[in-house]
DNA sequence: TTAAAAATTAAACAAATGATTAAAAAATTT
DNA sequence: AAATTTTTTAATCATTTGTTTAATTTTTAA
């Protein structure tokens, strides 16, 4: 059985196949525009295999979206919760997770935005997204800045858009930005990177102004 | 002959009906996700009656995506290239008027920003986006404050990025940030209201540091 | 080695979907 | 008022698309 040889060796079963090839379409055109064929097609496999192995194009959806949102958030999660960090430099960390991230997979922020949209109850109920803010270190650290008057805007809200904005939103505007630019992936990339640094002045910046 | 009413009076040409249609349910749910049933009957039209007029789902879809981006792209023309208004002055503008167009529109950025990930040419070729910003007052002046030493960063990319990342990313994430922060289009709206003030501030302050 | 189970394939099905047709209705022109 | 043109409608077509079926091949277990 194939499907045993999963974890181990250099063949990957035809599970995984489809369910990376999925992965990539998804992201790349979204579910409405993606084709069960299109996905055959990327894993190489017969088309059945597909209802095979996942039931239905929706199901193998609801497992990539799931996966994708998880791994999005995890390590956020992870970075917002260290006791032993300070603020500043969880800001840092999380620009420069992401901005490492999105690089690899440009895709994946349009993706779950859009996604997000057309179905809000997929998300909402699955994923504890609200604790993951308003429980965490970052949330006590943020309210005592506040408290110190180190920070003058008091909702926290305000300080996760513009943390994501200032991360994710040149990469959702990526092709219109290049354009704007005159520059390509190359430059584009570049741009990114030093932004991993300019992001955490700008943000202790923006949060001491009023 | 309906179609000479077009522009006066309280009823509305069957064209103009459908393209009101088409606008609302492409916004929403993107191209390939827009079934050409659904806009006959948001239009309360027969559904030969879209070939009638328009040919074809993907021509009545580019009328709508170039009347959409050039709207969204004009105003921003506008306040750019106003002499008499300061850079400062101009992020008001920009700030002010985006919101307050987005709150009004909110699924108008990222069905842009969808719909040009998936077909980057159609809006290269259509829309002269690049001298928008690069023949603009806005970068002259912005050219100006580097060179005088009152902004830090000296691409003007950077600065459009920040700019349009705190305006549009909370819209673009809005089902997100609401159930982050458990709030309801009410306050997600005052909010954004809220950024109109803030975010010249914050511009401000982000384009001093170092 | 043989029987059973699992995986794979080609073919086909049914529903959805963009588009067209031909006839009817409404509006305009003569 | 009659003829012509434009608009609207119901029905239908041709493709696409998600899914299933039944047969075949491969793998596993006895």
Redesign the interface.
């Known amino acids: 059985m194939e499907k045993n040889k999963k974890e181990k060796g250099l063949d990957v079963s035809t599970e995984e196949k489809i369910k990376e090839a999925a992965r990539v379409v998804f992201h790349k ?5 993606t084709r069960t064929r299109d996905i055959a097609e990327e894993a190489g496999i017969n088309l059945a295999l597909l209802n095979y192995y996942f039931r239905s194009k929706e199901k193998l959806f609801e497992i990539i979206m799931f996966e994708t949102l998880f791994g999005f958030f995890q390590n956020m999660g992870l970075v917002l919760n260290d006791e032993k960090s300070t603020l500043q430099h969880k800001v840092e960390r999380v620009a420069s997770n992401y901005i490492d991230l999105i690089i690899k997979e440009p ?1 994946i922020p ?1 993706f779950m ?2 996604e ?3 179905r ?1 109850d997929v ?2 109920v699955k994923l504890p ?2 604790q ?3 429980n965490s270190v970052f949330f006590q650290q943020h309210r005592k800045a506040v408290d110190a008057g180190k920070i003058k ?1 008091p ?1 926290p ?2 300080f ?3 943390l ?3 991360i ?3 990469f ?6 290049k ?5 390509r992936d190359e430059g584009f990339n570049q ?1 990114m990177q ?2 991993k640094k ?1 992001i955490p ?2 943000i ?3 949060m ?3």
Chains 1, 2 share one sequence.
Not at 179 to 183: D, H, L, R, S
């Open positions: 055109k979204g579910y409405a525009a895709d349009i935005l859009s997000i949209r057309n809000p998300l909402l997204i609200r993951l803010i308003m805007e909702d809200l305000h996760i858009m513009n994501l904005g200032l994710v939103f040149p959702v505007a990526g092709p219109l930005l354009e704007m630019g005159n520059i741009l030093d932004r300019m002045v700008w202790e910046a923006m001491k102004a009023r």
